[in-house]
């Protein structure tokens, strides 16, 4: 049973917003946390934000809180980018775990969807 989906992805131009959607089932729900994730090429994947299923609290990486925002609307978590650069394309994933940063603490995984950034 698929647990998390994410959409939203695309092309953009450099300075261009986008907001990325994840789809979350009552079974991740259940977890501490949604977190959004992103993966570069040839690098590991990055913590960017989370958000508690319990409280609604947030917590976002140092590297994108002035640009990213998470929020939860139901049982949809979203990640508002803004002002999209070079350093930001990469496979987007939203996941369901314990509430940190660190991926090794997330347990459930959306597909990822893809952000490329160019003009």
């Known amino acids: 049973q698929v647990q998390l989906v994410e959409s939203g992805g695309g092309l953009v131009q450099p300075g261009s917003s986008l907001t990325l959607s994840c789809v979350v089932s009552e079974f991740a729900l259940g977890y501490y946390a949604i977190g959004w994730f992103r993966q570069a090429p040839r690098k590991g994947r990055e913590g960017l934000s989370i958000i508690s299923t319990n409280d609604g609290s947030t917590h976002s990486a140092d590297s994108v809180k002035d640009r990213f925002t998470i929020s939860r609307e139901k049982n949809t978590v979203y990640l508002q980018m803004s002002g999209l650069n070079a350093e930001d394309p990469a496979v987007y994933y939203c996941?369901?775990?314990?509430?940190?940063?660190?991926?090794?603490?997330?347990?459930?995984w959306g597909q990822g969807t893809q952000v490329t950034v160019s003009s």
């Open positions: 996941a369901a775990g314990a509430g940190s940063l660190r991926p090794a603490e997330y347990h459930l």
